[in-house]
């Protein structure tokens, strides 16, 4: 028998990825991939497997960079393994938030 906590991620992986392609589908996976934190001081978009990530507050960018091949690893077993080959940060044009 396997314990809930390992169940758990494998069961919500397969629901996101059942998902029709979508900014909601995206910002979902990203918020489980990288915690409440990360995921309310930034904003995320997918296009041609490239995730662009925008932060609040570019010390943020700096998190998410350090983390960059973790999250990866998470988006691919949340989104597929194709979707995002390639997270790329970006600070907000000066005097706009995300």
């Not at 314990?3 to 990825?17: C, D, G, S, Y």
């Not at 995921?39 to 983390?67: C, F, I, M, Y």
């Not at 091949?69 to 597929?80: F, N, Q, S």
Request: aromatic letters at 4%; a positive charge; charged letters at 20%.
């Amino acid at each position: 028998m396997r314990a809930i906590q390992q169940f758990t991620p494998a069961v919500l992986a397969e629901v996101i990825r059942r998902q029709p392609p979508s900014d909601g589908r995206t910002t979902l996976a990203w918020q489980v991939a990288v915690g409440a934190a990360i995921a309310r001081a930034t904003s995320v978009q997918l296009a041609d497997g490239v995730l662009t990530v925008t932060a609040k507050d570019p010390r943020w960018l700096t998190d998410v960079e350090a983390s960059r091949g973790v999250v990866l690893g998470r988006l691919k077993l949340l989104l597929g393994n194709d979707a995002v080959r390639i997270i790329r940060t970006a600070e907000p044009p000066s005097g706009r938030r995300p």
